[in-house]
């Protein structure tokens, strides 16, 4: 599936492909509704229909991403609220061994996230993931997310990888097509982000639901820095 003796450089997604994306979808979907319902007393469902229209709006958009936006068109601290479900908040199963393996092998690992600045911290704070990566960027540092062209410009300036040599890894097909517009060659899909939901069948990229199907190639080729 993958040639890793070609990799020299490990671009990776957070939330649904090292994180656990149960979290996410159960705040967006069903704990920020119910207390936007209670906020602006409103039926659930209500509440619910009317996030979900306005999520689709901005969908795949800097401001989707955003927690200053979401705060200010919900009027709710948001980051306060994803505290009170922050048990939820952890890595996907078969992440550790396959960052590890990724570190050990001397690649350049670095973490390239849509996520808010904020909620990257309070990933963080929960999950110590910092400590697998050379770097971490959030998207919010250029003002565009990862389905744009501009993201990709702006990160290689200041993250100079080789696109030839470089894997970049995302649960998302809109991310993985505009990484591939920009010329990332080597691409894989994560099949299933979110723990609680069947693994999607996924065609256009190759796919996996088990990084550990990895490792003993990672380990075999080792990259010397």
């Given at each position: 599936?993958?040639?890793?003796?070609?990799?020299?450089?490990?671009?990776?997604?957070?939330?649904?492909?090292?994180?656990?994306?149960?979290?996410?979808?159960?705040?967006?979907?069903?704990?920020?509704?119910?207390?936007?319902?209670e906020?602006?007393?409103?039926?659930?469902?209500?509440?619910?229909?009317?996030?979900?229209?306005?999520?689709?709006?901005?969908?795949?958009?800097?401001?989707?991403?955003?927690?200053?936006?979401?705060?200010?068109?919900?009027?709710?601290?948001?980051?306060?609220?994803?505290?009170?479900?922050?048990?939820?908040?952890?890595?996907?199963?078969?992440?550790?061994?396959?960052?590890?393996?990724?570190?050990?092998s001397?690649?350049r690992?670095?973490?390239?996230?849509?996520?808010?600045?904020?909620?990257?911290?309070?990933?963080?704070?929960?999950?110590?993931?910092?400590?697998?990566?050379?770097?971490?960027?959030?998207?919010?540092?250029?003002?565009?997310?990862?389905?744009?062209?501009?993201?990709?410009?702006?990160?290689?300036?200041?993250?100079?990888?080789?696109?030839?040599?470089?894997?970049?890894?995302?649960?998302?097909?809109?991310?993985?097509?505009?990484?591939q517009?920009?010329?990332?060659?080597?691409?894989?899909?994560?099949?299933?982000?979110?723990?609680?939901?069947?693994?999607?069948?996924?065609?256009?990229f190759?796919?996996?639901?088990?990084?550990?199907?990895?490792?003993?190639a990672?380990?075999?080729?080792?990259?010397?820095?």
């Amino acid at each position: 599936m993958l040639d890793w003796s070609k990799i020299e450089t490990v671009l990776l997604d957070m939330d649904g492909t090292i994180l656990d994306l149960h979290f996410d979808n159960h705040f967006w979907l069903e704990h920020l509704p119910k207390r936007y319902s209670e906020s602006k007393q409103l039926p659930l469902k209500e509440a619910q229909q009317e996030l979900l229209n306005h999520y689709e709006k901005v969908f795949g958009t800097i401001a989707w991403y955003c927690l200053d936006y979401w705060a200010e068109q919900t009027q709710l601290p948001i980051t306060q609220l994803k505290r009170e479900v922050d048990h939820l908040i952890q890595l996907r199963d078969d992440a550790h061994d396959f960052l590890v393996a990724l570190r050990n092998s001397g690649r350049r690992v670095v973490l390239v996230t849509n996520a808010h600045p904020d909620s990257l911290s309070l990933k963080i704070e929960k999950t110590k993931l910092d400590q697998y990566f050379d770097k971490l960027y959030s998207t919010h540092e250029f003002g565009v997310s990862k389905e744009s062209q501009m993201l990709w410009q702006a990160l290689n300036k200041v993250e100079p990888f080789n696109s030839d040599t470089t894997l970049f890894v995302d649960d998302s097909v809109a991310i993985l097509q505009s990484a591939q517009q920009f010329g990332i060659k080597h691409l894989l899909a994560v099949a299933n982000p979110d723990s609680q939901k069947p693994v999607k069948n996924i065609s256009s990229f190759p796919a996996t639901s088990n990084f550990d199907e990895f490792i003993e190639a990672i380990m075999a080729t080792p990259i010397a820095r």
